[in-house]
């Protein structure tokens, strides 16, 4: 049982608060560089930065640009970068081909940072949306999402990405089944140090719709993906998906969006001690980054208070777009 305190005025709560030395001497938890990943968009071409409008001070970078920012990790002690492509629409086709080409635009950034900057940790996304002419995450066929089609094709696109040089691989399709069958992939191809980050539970949710206009995929989609992500109003679910994938192989665990989903990160760091993420998505960065830029927030307070939050909840790290800019202000202060 918590420890109740004396009464006022033997007990006066204030007094821990009282200088900057007392408030950071009892702080119960803190945001660290080594907390963070930097999810970045890659695009094809030759030193080109081109901003996303939905999301102020976040652009699409050529695989070059790429990997200057994977420097700029390295520098600034950010652990790990992600990368999400956006693919050329003359590429993407109903059956997602250009997921599993080992030439493809991901895997080629994937071998250029490793080249680079071999300490840093690369992640990738493991999903058929960039790829697939109807924007979904799935194989699609007379208006359905194929589950077990689609577990096939990422299977595919896994072992291209680990072949490439991954270090992370991170499933967000929500399709069943896929996480075994990936580690299964895996092993049998000799990739056995190969981590796997599962998406466990993402939430159908308003938020990625900024994230969509960054690969693309907003104007192929056709209807929405309440039919493989989760429900809004479903909790318990989340911790029988986490279950599952940690049965099937998943060495990491994610909840997606955060800031709304906060309770499922406690509950799933509660329930099973393993390393949990949580992703601050699109939405998440743009409504606080829009915010700031028209004066209406402390723009660095709020990304700060904001990401401390996920610590809070249980999260042992998290996906932000704020990595570079929370990682130098994090620097100075220490």
């Known amino acids: ?23 950071v001497l009892v702080r119960e938890n803190e945001l660290r560089v080594s907390d963070l990943i930097w999810p970045v968009f890659v695009r094809e071409g030759q030193d080109l930065e081109e901003p996303i409008a939905s999301m102020p001070g976040v652009a699409r970078l050529s695989i070059d640009r790429v990997v200057r920012a994977a420097e700029e990790a390295v520098a600034l002690g950010i652990p790990a970068i992600c990368l999400f492509p956006y693919t050329d629409p003359a590429l993407k086709t109903a059956g997602c081909e250009e997921a599993w080409n080992p030439e493809n635009l991901s895997n080629r950034a994937v071998r250029a940072i490793k080249a680079a900057v071999p300490e840093l940790t690369v992640m990738t996304d493991v999903a058929l949306d960039p790829y697939n ?100 109003g479903n909790t318990d679910e989340a911790m029988r998906l986490v279950a599952r994938d940690l049965a099937e192989g998943a060495d990491m665990v994610m909840v997606k969006p955060g800031m709304p989903y906060l309770d499922i990160c406690r509950r799933v760091k509660e329930a099973f001690h393993v390393p949990t993420f949580a992703y601050q998505v699109s939405g998440e960065y743009a409504m606080l980054e829009a915010a700031a830029r028209n004066g209406w927030l402390d723009g660095d307070r709020v990304m700060a208070e904001s990401l401390l939050g996920f610590k809070r909840a249980g999260c042992d790290g998290v996906l932000t777009y704020f990595a570079p800019r929370i990682a130098r202000l994090l620097n100075q202060s220490s």
């Open 1 to 23: 049982m918590p420890h109740s305190p004396a009464a006022y005025p033997r007990s006066r709560l204030r007094r821990q608060r009282r200088t900057p030395a007392l408030r």
């Open 133 to 232: 002419a109807h924007g979904h995450d799935g194989i699609v066929r007379d208006g359905v999402i194929l589950n077990d089609e689609t577990v096939e094709a990422l299977v595919r696109m896994a072992l291209a990405q680990a072949e490439a040089g991954a270090d992370i691989l991170g499933p967000s399709d929500m399709m069943d089944g896929r996480i075994g069958a990936m580690r299964d992939a895996l092993e049998q191809a000799g990739h056995k140090d190969t981590l796997i980050l599962s998406y466990a539970a993402k939430y159908a949710s308003g938020f990625y719709g900024p994230f969509r206009d960054a690969v693309g995929a907003s104007g192929a989609l056709k209807g929405d993906k309440s039919t493989y992500q989760m429900d809004a």
